[in-house]
């Protein structure tokens, strides 16, 4: 009855919260991931191709998602279908004797290609 002329009643707050896809939260810890990577190596201000970042290891981005909680298989298919969505060029090491067993073992295969370094696309943005 008294107070500032309602019905008495609490109205509830009414919170939307965005949705936000899997692929999209995956996106996400991909390009922090690699980042992660390239600021570790100093390599974040490193001159990049016109098209996409500079060039990052499998290995080494591998080893940063690891540290979100990524297992191997979650890496392989998020990766590959970065890579199959154009939002990353992929490549393979033209030396593979400077790479190390550890390196050649966490390469991506797609096909008959074998995929060492990734290079994202927008990578800043």
């Known amino acids: 009855m008294g107070g500032r002329g309602g019905s008495g009643r609490s ?10 896809d899997a692929a999209a939260m995956a996106d996400l810890d991909i ?20 098209q996409g970042g500079p060039w990052v290891s499998i290995f080494r981005l591998r080893n940063a998602l ?4 990524w297992d191997r298989e979650k890496q392989d298919r998020e990766l590959m279908r970065f890579i199959r969505e154009r939002k990353a060029f992929a490549s393979s ?3 593979r004797k ?15 290609n074998t995929i060492d ?3 994202l696309k927008d990578w800043r943005q």
């Open 11 to 20: 109205s509830a707050a009414i919170v939307q919260m965005p949705v936000i």
């Open 31 to 50: 390009k922090d991931a690699y980042n992660d990577v390239l600021n570790i190596t100093g390599r974040a201000n490193a001159p990049s191709d016109q």
């Open 66 to 69: 690891a540290t979100r909680g």
């Open 93 to 95: 090491e033209s030396n």
């Open 98 to 112: 400077v790479m190390t067993q550890q390196q050649i073992e966490a390469a991506l295969h797609r096909g008959g």
């Open 117 to 119: 370094i990734i290079s």
